[in-house]
């Protein structure tokens, strides 16, 4: 059993912690665990979630790539006193190779969750970490609360600033000449007048330089090892996220519009997938070709974990049909739902009675989302119903008011109770129009369903999720923007129609909704594509091993 000095000592001699005082070391020293791993064990698999850092004590692990072709090499060979595993440390990224034991052999294992822990104790100790140049990017970039699970950003950038000082001039102009004016005061009337004009006008001009900055700011582009995002946003007035699969991109294209770009090494990067529009587009970026490359290379490696995960599949099968390894547990049965208590009678009315209530209310107020059997349902936001009944509503407002000013009017009140009952109909069939008006993730499917009311035409429009190319929110305007109300934009490929889920309420929800239910369905289907072919590569071992055994048995000829 290794001391936790020896821990320390082995702690010290690792790049990553080479700058750590001896408190920090120490204090880290009691996260790290012995592991023993007989030749033959699987640390991880490619494609697996980043979790834990390892240093080799005593034995050689092997680290194996399956590239998106699905050949498998040896990439290299670690043995003691060497580590692999810093990016899953600091990132939890899904791991790019699988870590094999080449022989018996003694790992140190430090945990992800275990070193977080430590870091938010020694935040200190993080900034003297020596991270390799491209895991620090990875580490120090944005985090979102809308990742997935393992998935890292790997490149983040803006528009490089000198798009930002091209927007610059006219706002430092204002401030510049706001300052003039201000100086040019004096005490009598007028110069007072001139002060308080040119300082309104130099702090004019100052909110509009801050919001140039923020603009630039909030504008950016982000490859992850899962997809790609771009972000257009204007302060207060609009908002644009479109982002795409890796796996969707068909094509990766740059360009500079004039000599001016390619002076300075800028460009626009335009990504293609098999949607009807197709392109997500950032421009005025730096380096667009090393963007283009990064874009590339995850593309490839996503492919590869892919490849990995059914060569693991295959290999896992063919241990268990050589009876090398024990057959999966079979999963455990559903337990059945407990049963409900008995109900009196008087309590049973009294809730059927207000169950009605809430049915009524519920219709008259709809949940923008709603959730039951794995079905999302969403609708429109009340600003959109607002939108076609505002004159409506004024104009039965106007016909009270004014029945209630002029007497005279009397003899019209028959006449106007009609029209008035008759707005009141079609303000109804307005709000029962909108109602009807649903969005759904229902399983493998995505749902735009609207519905004429008294049984007028019903147009449901469906498309499978394995057709989903892009998914892009927009919110437009101040009015949405404080409302948090906008649009949704699905672009799917083949045949179908592009959805465009309309004046959704929380439309980053919604598209981070989407989203994850895209990634688990990928998953789930990249998964049953494993099984498929672990099972038939399983049934021509077994038949492969049959007819060796009948060409055995079977006499000779002559």
């Known amino acids: 059993m290794i001391s936790r000095d020896e821990v320390r000592n082995v702690l010290a001699r690792v790049d990553l912690f080479r700058d750590l005082d001896e408190r920090d070391l120490r204090a880290l020293a009691t996260y790290a665990q012995e592991e023993p791993h007989a030749a033959g064990d699987v640390i991880w698999e490619q494609g697996d979630l980043g979790t834990t850092f390892y240093v080799v004590l005593a034995g050689k692990v092997g680290a194996k790539v399956v590239d998106e072709a699905g050949v498998e090499r040896l990439d290299r060979v670690l043995g003691e006193g060497e580590w692999f595993g810093e990016t899953s440390l600091l990132t939890g990224e899904t791991h790019e190779a ?34 390799r140049p491209d895991v620090r990017r990875k580490y120090e970039a944005p985090h979102f609360r809308w990742l997935e699970p393992g998935e890292v950003p790997v490149l983040f950038c803006r528009r490089h600033p000198v798009h930002m000082l091209l927007h610059l001039p006219l706002p430092l102009a204002v401030f510049a000449v706001g300052c003039l004016v201000a100086l040019a005061g004096g005490e009598d009337g007028l110069g007072r007048a001139l002060l308080g004009l040119g300082l309104a006008t130099a702090f004019a001009g100052a909110l509009a330089v801050l919001w140039t900055v923020l603009d630039w700011r909030n504008d950016f582009f982000m490859v992850t090892n899962r997809r790609v995002v771009q972000m257009e946003k204007v302060l207060w007035i609009s908002e644009v996220r479109a982002e795409a699969g890796l796996e969707q991109i068909q094509d990766v294209r740059t360009s500079a519009k004039n000599a001016f770009q390619r002076m300075l090494g800028v460009g626009t990067v335009r990504l293609e997938t098999a949607g009807a529009t197709g392109q997500i587009q950032f421009d005025f970026v730096a380096n667009p070709e090393a963007i283009k490359e990064e874009i590339f290379k995850q593309r490839s490696r996503a492919l590869a974990r892919r490849r990995a995960a059914m060569r693991g599949e295959i290999r896992r099968e063919l241990r268990r049909r050589l009876g090398l ?3 999966p547990p079979e999963e455990e049965g559903v337990p059945p739902a407990p049963a409900e208590p008995e109900k009196e009678e008087a309590p049973r009315k009294r809730r059927l009675s207000w169950a009605a209530v809430r049915r009524l209310v519920r219709y008259f107020v709809p949940r923008f989302r709603e959730e039951a059997d794995g079905v999302v349902t969403w609708r429109k936001h009340w600003l959109i119903l607002l939108r076609k009944t505002i004159l409506q509503v004024l104009v039965m407002v106007a016909l009270l008011v004014l029945g209630r000013a002029f007497p005279w009017m009397g003899a019209l009140s028959a006449f106007m109770a009609v029209a008035w009952l008759g707005m009141l109909f079609a303000l109804w069939y307005m709000y029962a129009d909108w109602r009807n008006d649903v969005y759904q993730v229902a399983g493998t499917r995505i749902v735009d369903m609207t519905q004429r009311p008294l049984w007028g035409r019903k147009i449901r429009k469906e498309g499978e999720l394995a057709n989903i190319q892009n998914v892009t929110y927009r919110i437009k305007g101040p009015i949405q923007a404080f409302l948090n109300v906008g649009d949704v934009i699905i672009e799917t490929a083949g045949r179908t129609e592009n959805f465009q889920f309309v004046g959704v309420y ?42 060796t055994g009948e060409a055995r048995q079977k006499p000779g000829k002559g």
Request: glycine share 4%; aromatic share 8%.
């Open 506 to 547: 929380n439309p980053r929800e919604v598209a981070n909704e989407i989203w994850r239910r895209l990634a688990r369905f990928r998953r789930e289907q990249e998964h049953k594509e494993r099984m498929g072919e672990r099972q038939t590569l399983g049934d021509w071992f077994e038949e492969y091993a049959r007819l």
């Open 98 to 131: 699988t870590m094999e034991a080449l022989t018996d052999c003694v790992l140190l294992s430090l945990r992800k969750e275990d070193f977080d822990a430590w870091a938010a104790k020694h935040k200190g100790a993080v900034r003297r970490l020596r991270m």
């Open 325 to 327: 390894e024990e057959a």
